[in-house]
């Protein structure tokens, strides 16, 4: 990977100048498409600090390793479980690991290789792929923890009616509705790319992942699809942060009543409110650099065809601007934050999820134990019977 990774000052610099020649007006002169590579260009132009390349795939790749152990680790062991495998939260919170580890399955692996060759990705069958699978789990998990912060609301504040509420028939009736609404979108959102004009000639991208803004550029701007998925996708999001607000409120409320008897302030209370609010941020940090992205893409849009009107030519795509650049970079790593964080917050934090897996992995060491022991004794009784022969 080093061998890869690691370029010398001189050889970025001398890159760095060769890429200067690579714009709309000499694209085409044979010292561009002979001795350039307008891949590494288009990267160059994303990341210009070559020194940062090495220190990024550590970062991406680290990440992945502890999405893949935690949210494995704790899949494994809540399906090994039998105290807990009737709970709806468990339920949605297996459903929300699932989405997890599609998701770094699906972002991961292009990020990283295109760190370590220094090119951005180029378009694909992988493209419709990435683009299909990463929007289906990121609706799944921005769903799935709507309806955990629901049911978490049904568990305090109407606990008597809770199993009524949350029966096993509604409970899957949940789960399958979740992968449908995500599913939908996902191939709504599909069916609408394709009815702008693919630059067939142009197969590479300007980004290191296939993200909305990268296909619907390729695709050549079908306005019918950006307005399918910042409307669905600003729906979705206001349905989660009012869903939240809504039931931890509710909760928090519930809670200060309970210790108005006492005259005393449920501190535990609003500490749980508030960590919960932090790590709902987290959460929904790549949705939130997707809105930065995508008004920024609005507005670099906008003063593009508005200069290409004035000149009366079309212009060829320019480099990314070096806030482009960063939203871009920003919205990759915030992809792999969620996955990393929901195991801790939804399980390990939570009491009886973190004793079903402590008492998971004393069974599993018990029974390694006993099993250990019985080879011993099966060594000692053929050495004692070869001695006594």
Partial sequence: MSAVAVMTTTETHNLTEQCDWFTEHNRTEPR????????????????????????????????????????????????????LSWEPRVAFFKNLILSDLMQTVTFAPPVIHSLVWRRTMAFSVWCYVQYFVGATTIFSSLVTITCMALERYLYVCHAIHYLVILTRVRLRLALHLIWVYSVSISAINMTLLHTGKEQKNERLTRGLLCEPD??????????????????????????????????????????RKAMIPFNAVNTAARKTVLFYCGMLFLQLLPVLLKVAADALWEVEGTVA?????????????????????????????????????????????????????????????????????????????????????
């Fill in 214 to 255: 990268i296909m619907e550029e390729h695709m050549g701007f079908p306005r019918a699809a950006a307005v399918f998925r910042k409307v669905i996708g600003s729906l979705t999001l206001l349905l989660c942060l009012l869903t939240h607000a809504f039931s931890y409120v509710r909760m928090y409320q519930d809670a």
């Fill in 305 to 389: 065809m508005m200069s290409s009107q004035h000149h009366g030519v079309p212009k060829a795509k320019p480099a990314p601007t070096a806030t482009a650049a960063a939203l871009h970079m920003s919205l990759l790593m915030g992809l792999l934050v969620p996955p990393c964080i929901n195991p801790l917050v939804y399980g390990l934090r939570n009491v009886e999820m973190r004793q079903a897996l402590i008492s998971l992995a004393r069974r599993w060491t018990d029974r390694r134990g006993v099993e250990l022991r019985g080879v011993e004794g099966m060594r000692n009784v053929r050495q004692n019977g070869a001695q006594a022969g």
């Fill in 32 to 83: 561009v498409t002979e001795r350039l590579d307008a891949a590494g260009c288009l990267f160059l132009s994303i990341l210009p600090y070559g020194q940062a390349v090495p220190a990024l795939i550590w970062i991406f790749v680290l990440l992945s390793l502890f999405s893949f152990l935690v949210n494995g680790l704790t899949l494994f062991g809540l399906g090994r479980s039998e105290d």
